[in-house]
């Protein structure tokens, strides 16, 4: 079981920025599929980004030019980069890894985008 810390929510402006991290434990997560989800209140759990393990990127149409996920294997970690933050950003961000058929959660990180 791999698991999975996010950090670096909080409280932001529209048009402010933040990061976000995902520390994973284990040495495998070189071969970890790494995604990036968020769900809003009320709403379904949605994809925001993903990266794979030769690094790889996809992202939701909603977070295209502005969201930049990236990963350092060495840290065994994945990064989320939010830039030109919306107020319909606002939602709790969790963290995913996938390997094979299994996957791994975060318990989820707050993202409050309000003035």
């Known amino acids: 079981q791999v698991q999975l810390v996010e950090s670096g929510g909080g409280l932001v402006q529209p048009g402010g920025s933040l990061r976000l991290s995902c520390a994973a434990s284990?040495?495998?997560?070189?071969?970890?599929?790494m995604g990036w989800y968020r769900q809003a209140p009320g709403k379904q759990r949605e994809l925001v980004a993903t990266i794979s393990t030769g690094g790889n990127t996809n992202y939701a149409d909603s977070v295209k030019g502005r969201f930049t996920i990236s990963r350092d294997n060495a840290k065994y970690t994945v990064y989320l980069e939010m830039n030109s933050l919306k107020s319909e950003d606002t939602a709790v961000y969790y963290c995913?890894?996938?390997?094979?058929?299994?996957?791994?959660w975060g318990q989820g990180t707050q993202v409050t985008v309000s003035s």
């Open positions: 995913n890894a996938k390997w094979g058929v299994r996957d791994s």
């Open positions: 284990g040495s495998i997560f070189r071969f970890l599929a």
